[in-house]
């Protein structure tokens, strides 16, 4: 039995080193917690719909407020990236329309959306403190 276990757990490491799973992600931290406060979300879903809005606050926020905000993210640009590419938005997010928009077309709902913008908000404000949480929830309104 001890063996079937360690060749099972050997083969799901390897898959994962293979597959790239999300738990090596530098933002991993960040989906984990998105899946359990938007629930129902896929991967994709969670990737781009927190990467568009933080992509939204790169856009909307000075860039000394948004250093802040990235600062408390580990991976903000590669998730940002990783979304544009996913939602099809490219480098421009625009506004919270073209963001529900897009996430809509993937099957996320606006309340979804709204949802992963707290819980986007309410992590950054654990790692960069309330002034970080404020600023990010202040332009995803």
Known sequence: MKQRFAVLLTAVV???????????????????????????LSTDQLVASAGSLLGLASEKLPAADFQKVAGAIPGTSDLISKAGDLT???????????????????????????????SVADFAGKAGGDSVKNLLSGVLK
């Open 88 to 118: 099809g938005l490219g480098k421009s997010f625009g506004s919270i329309g073209n963001v529900t928009s897009a996430l809509g077309k993937m099957g996320v709902t606006p309340d979804q959306v709204a949802k992963v913008g707290t």
């Open 14 to 40: 390897v898959l994962c080193a293979f597959a790239g799973c999300s738990s090596s992600l530098p933002y991993s931290g960040l989906l984990s917690s998105l899946s359990g406060g938007v629930p129902g």
